[in-house]
């Protein structure tokens, strides 16, 4: 079992977790689930046991993406 690093600094890993990612947004499971289910999510990689993986990059570019200029 993988050890959750829970308070780690942004960028200190290079593939997340769906736990790591809601912990990192604040966000709940089923919420990143409903984002994931409209397109709206970032990239994932499915792993070969299913189980899903998010690259750092892939968070902080759709990260970048939602982000509004002030009117």
Known sequence: MTERRRGAAPGSRKHLTIADVCDE?????????????????????KLPNGE??????????????????AA
């Open 52 to 69: 899903l993986r998010i690259r750092r990059g892939d968070l902080d570019a759709w990260l970048d993406s939602c982000t509004e200029e």
């Open 25 to 45: 947004l604040d966000v709940a499971r089923s919420t990143f689930y409903d984002w994931r289910a409209k397109g709206r999510a970032p990239r994932c990689i």
